[in-house]
């Protein structure tokens, strides 16, 4: 079993900056590809952003300039800073990994955190 958990999330005011985290733990061989993920209230799960095990990056083009994707490979921990924040970013914000499991091979599965809320008032 593999578990993804966020942290970092809160109430920030419109101009604020947050960092989220988000660690994995279990039964892991190793991780591609990491991203972030948000949903806001009536509205579908988008994502935010995504890195590779190599360090290659993406972004949507509503947070492009503001918000940075990082990881720590040894740690399996990825961050997600968000700086310039804006009411509209407000959302719950899930983390998102392919992770590499032995059962009996190897297989790639994908996992997702519970998800942390981030808010930003006007």
């Known amino acids: 079993q593999v578990q993804l958990v966020e942290s970092g999330g809160g109430l920030v005011q419109a101009g604020g900056s947050l960092r989220l985290s988000c660690a994995a733990s279990?039964?892991?061989?190793?991780?591609?590809?990491m991203r972030w993920y948000r949903q806001a209230p009536g509205k579908q799960r988008e994502l935010v952003a995504g890195?590779?095990?190599?360090?290659?990056?993406n972004y949507a083009d509503s947070v492009k300039g503001r918000f940075t994707i990082s990881r720590d490979i040894a740690k399996n921990t990825v961050y997600l800073q968000m700086n310039s924040l804006k009411p509209e970013d407000t959302a719950v914000y899930f983390c998102?990994?392919?992770?590499?499991?032995?059962?009996?091979?190897?297989?790639?599965?994908?996992?997702w955190g519970q998800g942390t809320q981030v808010t930003v008032s006007s």
């Open positions: 998102n990994a392919e992770v590499k499991v032995r059962v009996g091979s190897l297989s790639l599965l994908n996992y």
């Open positions: 279990g039964s892991i061989f190793s991780i591609n590809t």
């Open positions: 890195i590779t095990s190599g360090g290659s990056t």
